[in-house]
């Protein structure tokens, strides 16, 4: 298909050169042309001048050699078309080259949107097998009860569950790849936006009963709002997540004149090295067998964590080690210009 489309925009590039080269020749051919009929005319009568009527020279065709012309016109026939050959074969190579400099970054959207497609119908299909597969098992069962019933509901809403934080977190997504669509830069307190984030976490924390510890320095800041607000909140969400119940966690902030920072550090189960060039990507989630963790999740989290960080021309890592903990550190500029 990318060949395909490569290999028309070549054949288009190459139409159009052809074009303009042929043009061009034709013109060249022309000028060249009519110079040589006067170049032929202005020896004449330099002759006609020079020799009266009556001499030798006059009566002599060989002066205004019509094959002399006819050979010119032939060489210079031949030299264009010399000339063009090279012309459409450089700019072939080149055409090929350009177009498929024009279409990689056309060819890695599509894959990106099919790699998507294909993660999220993936993800969607797992909960929705797992529900029809359990309904069906119970209409077969003669003997269910009731209280097989409860039970049944209250794993299917398990399930619905996890579809509805699918479709919220696709949903989250999609907004934040849009490049310059809903952003509403303003000037905000990075204080106040962290403690309505933790808000938001306390009822996950103390339900494992982990503090989450403060050390914050008020920083105004240009930035969205909603979307920083959003992006501590799923830092410290994976942080709750993935520590055991007991476990303290500490988010801090610093600034420079131009800069702030805030981290997020916590004292769960880590990453190993393997997993922590990935753990940005789309879709990736630790391997659960490794790090021990049954956290709910898609591994969308920290890609959309990302992409906030990347709209406000900010840098996001990550310094873990596994089985000791993870501290996520964002920095951004304090004016997004
Ligand atoms: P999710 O948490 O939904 O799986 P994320 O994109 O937020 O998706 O995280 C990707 C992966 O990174 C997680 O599956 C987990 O393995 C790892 N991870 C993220 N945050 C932490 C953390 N604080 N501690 C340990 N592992 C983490």
Not at 49 to 68: A, C, E, K, M
Not at 182 to 197: C, D, H, K, R, Y
């Amino acid at each position: 298909m990318f060949e395909k489309t490569r290999l028309k925009l070549t054949a288009w590039y190459l139409l159009i050169i052809m074009l303009i080269s042929f043009t061009f020749s034709a013109v060249i051919f022309n000028v060249q042309m009519v110079e040589v009929e006067r170049f032929a005319r202005a020896q004449r009568t330099r002759f006609e001048r020079q020799y009266r009527p009556d001499t030798f020279f006059v009566s002599q065709p060989f002066l205004i050699d019509p094959d002399l012309v006819a050979e010119t016109q032939k060489h210079l026939l031949s030299n264009l078309l010399i000339i063009n050959s090279i012309i459409i074969i450089i700019s072939g190579g080149f055409g090929y080259f350009l177009a498929g400099k024009t279409l990689r970054p056309i060819k890695e959207m599509v894959d990106d949107q099919d790699r998507f497609i294909s993660d999220s119908s993936h993800e969607l299909k797992t909960p929705l097998t797992s529900l029809k597969s359990a309904m069906e098992v119970a209409l077969m069962d003669k003997t269910f009860t009731l209280v097989d019933a409860k039970k049944l509901i209250k794993e299917n809403i398990a399930d619905v569950d996890r579809l509805h934080y699918l479709s919220e977190s696709l949903i989250n997504l999609s907004r934040n790849k849009e490049q310059n669509g809903n952003s509403i830069f303003e000037n905000i307190s990075l204080s106040i936006v962290i403690e309505s984030a933790i808000k938001k976490i306390l009822p996950q924390a103390n339900n494992k009963k982990i503090v989450i510890k403060k050390s914050l320095v008020n920083t105004d800041f240009c930035g969205d709002k909603e979307k920083i607000e959003n992006l501590i909140t799923i830092l410290l969400e994976n942080a709750v997540k993935y520590s055991s119940s007991n476990k303290t966690i500490l988010i801090k902030t610093a600034k420079t004149n131009k800069t702030l920072s805030f981290s997020v550090t916590d004292h769960g189960q880590g990453i190993s090295k393997k997993d922590l060039p990935f753990i940005f990507d789309r879709f990736y989630r630790a391997d659960p067998s490794r790090s021990r963790s049954k956290a709910p999740g898609f591994g969308l989290g920290l890609s959309i964590a990302k992409m906030i960080v990347e709209k406000h021309h900010g840098e996001i890592g990550v310094k873990s080690r596994l089985g000791h903990g993870s501290m996520f550190i964002v920095t951004l500029p304090r004016n997004v210009s």
